[in-house]
Each structure stands twice: as structure tokens, then as C-alpha cells.
């Protein structure tokens, strides 16, 4: 859910980025969600990372009662 969410607004404060940049047109946008496709990839790749890591290490805290 958490991951999720942060690669929601990664996704969206890119697109608005490309969108007020007057870049993106009709006719180029296959290839610009193309070439920022590596990008989001890594991203999305740290992201799960860090989510993991964070459920492993509470995995290792020791409950309270």
C-alpha cells in the first residue's frame, strides 16, 4: 500500500512536470513514456527495496505485550 502510493505521486508529479513543459505532443508521447520507462523502473525497484527492508526489520523488533 505504502509503495504503492509513493509511486502514484512519483508517476503523477512526473507527468505533470512533462505536461507543463509544453515537451510532450501527440506525436512524441509513445516515445517519451518510452525513454522514462528505465527510469520508473529503477524507482520502482528502490522502492520496493526500502519496503522490504522495513518489513524484515520488523520482523526482527521484538513485540511488546
Request: charged share 35%.
Amino acid at each position: 500500500m505504502i509503495k504503492q502510493r509513493l509511486f502514484e505521486r512519483l508517476l503523477r508529479g512526473l507527468a505533470a512536470s512533462l505536461a507543463s513543459s509544453d515537451f510532450v505532443t501527440d506525436r512524441n508521447l509513445e516515445q517519451v513514456v518510452a525513454d522514462q520507462k528505465p527510469y520508473l523502473e529503477r524507482v520502482q525497484q528502490s522502492i520496493d527495496k526500502r519496503v522490504l527492508q522495513a518489513m524484515r526489520g520488523s520482523e526482527d523488533e521484538p513485540r511488546g505485550r
